[in-house]
């Protein structure tokens, strides 16, 4: 195995650590026990994805794929075209912006197109969940539209859940497991809006997942994890961890619920505060003293302003989420405060037509990664999924390069460099050394021979967590 480009060594593994990492003796197989021959790959630590949606990016697999819709008329009618194809259970669709579109989701929209048709649309961020009124009947949500935003989107997803198979969702999610590790990837921080102790309880006992699984924790769950005395990074079940609490402070970018500064183009609105900054720091300060480190949804630059506040109040430090939009003055504020950034690189090559359009010309910065980074905050990567797919070379090529497609790097001032965009995607760690976690991933090549397009495509060889291989694939 080649170790960070340079040279080739082997590695042994006793007990989930790195037990001793050594130059490679070609020919000879000294280690006793079971031996993955990387066949010259590149090793590098493995990747974790800080921030995913797991329940419904597996569910997301099956969904119809209305991304590419470019009006509400059209996303109903890609609906109409597939509708035979779903048979008569709820149709379900995924990934629609509709920041920039020329009219109004409804839900006369889809009655008009599906009379009767028990439908919901899942937006790209999951801030917005559209329903079709037989559907909004079904689940007694008396809405004058149908689109529910942000809070409600929350509580009506959840309210879809209910009606799913339980037995064959948690099927899908541990499976999704194992496509996690297929991608290199050993650990995740799950943010599904549910009881999650009990999911992952009920899960484990099916099969342990296949990567290890911290589980945020909701504001209406809060109360039962402090009464049982849990705190982060407590063990709940076999590779499963109470992870940090969960609040979500603004909307979104597509909503135009971010919280700014500045009002919208054509409008006085700024967004939406989803808690008072006095609730945030209340919630956060319950969490705290009782061992649960906050992860606070923040996007636009007034949201992280105050989410900032609510930390420097409370001490203790812990994660703001998405920080897409941030005053430059607020940039510093991160490292001193304590506070990660949790980002997903890929929703800046997503959002950046919309961000131009609804964010230009403010004093903000944004998806500010360089500046962050050399201001000594700590960068975390993760997806999103399935708002982005769970892909960590793309998230890593996406922040290097800062395009997807063929037009020039958006704010190249703001791109990383590799070794950064790299360690932010391997949960923090930038090299293998004795005494490490043995959770390692394998690539055909070394990114830092390839160029943008071929990072993205390069295989993964395998995947090591706690010394087991949980997936062994192909160079090819």
């Not at 950034?341 to 360089?370: C, F, K, N, T």
């Not at 690539?443 to 949980?470: C, F, K």
């Amino acid at each position: 195995m080649l170790a960070a480009g340079s040279e080739f060594v082997d590695v042994q593994t006793v007990d989930g650590r790195i037990a001793d990492v050594s130059a490679a003796q070609p020919g000879s197989r000294p280690i006793e026990g079971d031996v993955l021959d990387g066949r010259g790959a590149a090793l590098l630590p493995s990747f974790v994805d800080n921030h995913l949606h797991l329940t419904q990016w597996a569910a997301s697999l099956t969904r119809i794929d209305v991304s590419g819709a470019d009006s509400a008329v059209d996303l109903v009618d890609i609906l109409a075209r597939s509708n035979e194809r779903h048979g008569t259970g709820i149709l379900r669709a995924q990934g629609f912006r509709d920041a920039l579109w020329p009219d109004a989701p409804h839900k006369d929209v889809l009655q008009n197109a599906l009379p009767g048709r028990r439908a919901a649309v899942t937006s790209m961020d999951l801030h917005t969940l559209w329903l079709s009124p037989a559907l909004l009947a079904e689940l007694g949500i008396d809405h004058p539209t149908g689109v529910l935003r942000d809070h409600d989107c929350m509580e009506g997803l959840q309210a879809l859940d209910k009606l799913d198979d339980t037995d064959a969702g948690d099927r899908d999610a541990l499976a999704a497991t194992a496509e996690l590790a297929r991608r290199g990837i050993t650990a995740i921080t799950d943010f599904e809006y549910a009881d999650n102790r009990a999911v992952w309880t009920r899960r484990s006992q099916v099969a342990a997942p296949s990567v290890d699984v911290d589980f945020a924790v909701w504001s209406p769950w809060l109360e039962h994890e402090l009464v049982l005395g849990a705190s982060t990074g407590a063990r709940v079940g076999d590779n499963i961890r109470l992870g940090p609490l969960k609040v979500m402070f603004d909307g979104s970018l597509n909503t135009r619920t971010a919280c700014c500064h500045d009002p919208y183009p054509g409008g006085t609105s700024s967004g939406l505060l989803l808690e008072t900054p006095e609730g945030l720091v209340e919630v956060m300060r319950r969490a705290f003293d009782g061992g649960i480190r906050p992860a606070i949804h923040a996007i636009g630059d007034r949201a992280n302003s105050l989410a900032l506040d609510a930390f420097e109040t409370v001490g203790g430090g812990g994660r703001i989420e998405h920080a897409q939009q941030l005053m430059p003055a607020d940039i510093v504020r991160f490292a001193a405060a304590g506070v990660a950034a949790s980002v997903q690189p890929q929703h800046a090559m997503s959002d950046r037509d919309v961000a131009d359009e609804l964010w230009s010309g403010r004093s903000s910065i944004g998806y500010p990664y360089l500046s962050l980074h050399r201001a000594g905050a700590r960068l975390l990567f993760g997806s999103d999924a399935p708002v982005s797919p769970p892909a960590p070379l793309d998230a890593v090529a996406d922040a290097v390069w800062r395009t997807d497609d063929e037009r020039p790097a958006w704010q190249p001032e703001e791109a990383l460099p590799l070794t950064v965009a790299l360690a932010a995607a391997c949960g923090g760690r930038r090299s293998i050394a004795t005494g490490d976690p043995a959770d390692l991933v394998l690539l055909a090549e070394h990114p830092a021979l390839l160029g943008n397009r071929d990072v993205r495509e390069v295989p993964v060889v395998g995947t090591i967590r706690s010394g087991v291989a949980t997936f062994v694939g192909s160079r090819k």
